[in-house]
């Protein structure tokens, strides 16, 4: 009688976990504190709901989207004026809202839906502090200190 009431509970669970990997949530289990009289099926594990954070986009799907339009990186840098042309090319791998805000009007799309981890709430560029600037601050520091 006791399995059968454990397997229950699991399928119950499995089921559980099954509806909302389909939905847009991620659901994790938090144990329960311990106490003298806590059990499975009195207070089992409660489900906190966490909302899956949108990815951005592969470098490769963007790429081939900029294809489909006709378009090339060396294109993009040759229209609008940059004189290294693998340059936008950057754009893939680092945060370049300029650069961003082009590729997005190629691909009839707002920067924020291809790259949601670099955008706020708003829309707007969340800025960062670039690794470069922070070296040459430290060296400028270091030959007047």
Same mark, same amino acid.
């Given at each position: 009688?006791?399995?059968?009431?454990?397997?229950? $509970?699991?399928?119950?669970?499995?089921?559980?976990?099954?509806?909302?990997?389909?939905?847009?949530?991620?659901?994790?289990?938090?144990?329960?504190?311990?106490?003298?009289?806590?059990?499975?099926?009195?207070?089992?594990?409660?489900?906190?709901?966490?909302?899956?954070?949108?990815?951005?986009?592969?470098?490769?799907?963007?790429?081939?989207?900029?294809?489909?339009?006709?378009?090339?990186?060396?294109?993009?840098?040759?229209?609008?004026?940059?004189?290294?042309?693998?340059?936008?090319?950057?754009?893939?791998?680092?945060?370049?809202?300029?650069?961003?805000? $082009?590729?997005?009007? $190629?691909?009839?799309?707002?920067?924020?839906?291809?790259?949601?981890?670099?955008?706020?709430?708003?829309?707007?560029?969340?800025?960062?502090?670039?690794?470069?600037?922070?070296?040459?601050?430290?060296?400028?520091?270091?030959?007047?200190?």
């Amino acid at each position: 009688m006791r399995q059968a009431e454990n397997m229950q $509970i699991s399928l119950t669970r499995i089921s559980y976990l099954v509806h909302c990997a389909v939905s847009v949530q991620h659901v994790e289990f938090e144990r329960p504190e311990k106490t003298a009289r806590s059990s499975r099926t009195e207070g089992g594990m409660k489900p906190v709901r966490k909302t899956i954070a949108p990815k951005d986009w592969h470098p490769a799907d963007i790429k081939a989207e900029l294809e489909k339009a006709g378009w090339s990186f060396a294109r993009i840098a040759r229209e609008n004026g940059y004189s290294n042309r693998t340059s936008p090319a950057n754009v893939l791998r680092i945060p370049w809202a300029p650069m961003e805000k $082009i590729v997005g009007d $190629i691909l009839g799309r707002h920067p924020m839906e291809i790259w949601p981890s670099r955008y706020d709430e708003n829309g707007e560029p969340i800025r960062r502090r670039s690794c470069g600037s922070a070296r040459v601050a430290k060296r400028k520091g270091a030959r007047n200190g």
